[in-house]
Structure formats: structure tokens, C-alpha cells
């Protein structure tokens, strides 16, 4: 019973705690959401730089076009693939985390208008 009681007392004092950061908190909560966008975009034109760069090299004609294909494309094909995989994961992280937290965002967008 005491340990109980000393978990509620616990428990409490966060909870205090998180009431009064909640401002910061959930500033902080919109802006690692937004990351998720950010990071999809990044990820997208990396692979638009790795197809331009695979492109780039081959159009030199420095090597024979077969060997650069069997030497360099499944590096490339990993690359691409990769790049995209993360684009689309953290774009499907960034819609569902909206969603989930959109009221989160209409408050912070609301409080934003207040502070101008």
C-alpha cells in the first residue's frame, strides 16, 4: 500500500512537471513531426543526385558500358532503392504523426497568431 502510494506521489510530481512545460513540449513535438517531412525531402533528392550522378559518369564514356553497368549499377540499385524506401517510410511517419497529433498543430498555429 505505502509503495503505491509513493508511485502516485511520483507520478504526480511528472505530471505536474509536464503541465508546466507543456508549451515547450509541444513546440518541440510539431517541430520533430515536421522533421519527418524534412528528412523525406532530403532522402528524395539524394536519390535525384545519385541518378544524376550515375548518369553523369556513364555519359563520360569512360569505361566500357558494360562493365560500368555490371561493376556500378547494383551499387546504384541499392542506392536508389534505399533513398526511396526512406523518402516513402518517412513520409508515411510525417502523415500519420499529422493526423494522430493535427489538433496539436491547430493550437500551435493558434498560439503562433497570438504571440504576433
Known amino acids: 500500500m505505502n509503495e503505491e502510494r509513493e508511485k502516485l506521489i511520483e507520478l504526480n510530481e511528472i505530471f505536474k512537471e509536464l503541465i508546466q512545460d507543456a508549451s515547450g513540449l509541444t513546440e518541440h513535438l510539431v517541430y520533430s513531426i515536421k522533421q519527418y517531412m524534412f528528412s523525406s525531402v532530403l532522402m ?12 553523369y559518369v556513364y555519359s563520360l564514356n569512360l569505361f566500357d558500358p ?3 553497368f ?8 541499392i542506392l ?4 526511396i524506401w526512406l523518402s516513402a517510410v518517412a513520409i508515411l511517419n510525417y502523415r500519420k504523426l499529422k493526423k494522430k497529433y493535427s489538433r496539436l498543430f491547430e493550437i ?3 498560439l503562433e497568431k ?3
Open 70 to 77: 555490371f561493376s556500378y549499377g547494383p551499387v546504384f540499385i
Open 44 to 55: 528524395f533528392l539524394l536519390a535525384g543526385l545519385t541518378l544524376w550522378t550515375f548518369w
Open 80 to 83: 536508389e532503392g534505399s533513398f
Open 66 to 68: 558494360m562493365y560500368f
Open 108 to 110: 500551435q498555429k493558434a
Open 114 to 116: 497570438e504571440e504576433k
